[in-house]
């Protein structure tokens, strides 16, 4: 089957740094991506892992474990204005298909 | 660069009523894909377009259909209107079928069905 989890909601203070995990199990799989959506806004492309490790893109990171099926969003010096839903998402191998988790509803604090 | 453009923004319907939503990709991009959200279940894919073909197909029954015209616009049509159809649809578009072709999302018709 094809399953995705990531935590429902996460609460941070501004100026510090937040890990959003993703966990996932499914039949394919041709890379992992990551978007931000605010609400009534569409969703917004913020990073792509297809090989293992760490990929830096200014405050934002992500990383990837195939063998674990596991990833993880690092936002760093966080900001009010990253306060948003973030959905992981993986990409089987059937071509354009994304599989979507529920998305992480972050709350930065002053 | 224009960004994907999706027309209605809202639309309200009766039950058993049909609806078609357009959707204009980025000037370039040749696939097209639909998406359904809601609170309860999140994005669910429904169908992704390349060249005039339906290349996949989500698990939704047979009244949600799709198609694409030769300059890459994709309209999808909904028939009998249920009130589960209630959802916000959003189309992205990307470059190709590539795997690291980024989706880019519109900001969707937002549907409901009364």
């Known amino acids: 089957g094809q399953n995705i989890d990531q935590p429902t909601e996460m609460t941070a203070t501004e100026g510090a740094i937040v890990q959003i995990n993703c966990t996932y199990q499914?039949?394919?799989?041709?890379?992992l991506f990551w978007y931000q959506q605010h609400a009534g806004e569409a969703p917004t492309f913020l990073s792509y892992n297809v090989l293992d490790g760490l990929e830096e893109k200014g405050r934002f990171s992500s990383f990837l474990s195939r063998s674990k099926g596991y990833s993880y969003l690092l936002l760093k010096e966080l900001q009010m204005k990253d306060s948003a839903s973030y959905l992981c998402?993986?990409?089987?191998?059937?071509?354009?298909?994304?599989?979507f988790g529920q998305g992480t509803e972050l709350s930065v604090k002053p | 660069k224009a960004g994907v453009t999706q027309t209605p923004r809202y639309l309200i319907k009766t039950r058993g009523q049909q609806v078609t939503l357009s959707c204009s990709p980025i000037s370039g991009h040749r696939s097209v894909s639909w998406y359904q959200q809601t609170p309860g279940q999140g994005l669910q894919f429904l169908f992704e377009?390349?060249?005039?073909?339906?290349?996949n197909k989500g698990n939704f029954p047979g009244r949600f259909s799709g198609r694409q015209f030769s300059n890459s616009r994709s309209e999808m049509n909904v028939s009998t209107l249920e009130l589960g159809d209630s959802a916000l649809y959003l189309c992205?578009?990307?470059?190709?079928?590539?795997?690291?072709?980024?989706?880019?999302f519109g900001n969707g018709t937002r549907l409901t069905v009364t």
């Open positions: 499914t039949s394919g799989f041709n890379g």
């Open positions: 998402a993986v990409r089987d191998n059937q071509g354009g298909k994304l599989i």
């Open positions: 377009y390349f060249s005039e073909t339906q290349r």
């Open positions: 992205a578009s990307s470059l190709d079928r590539g795997p690291n072709s980024p989706l880019h």
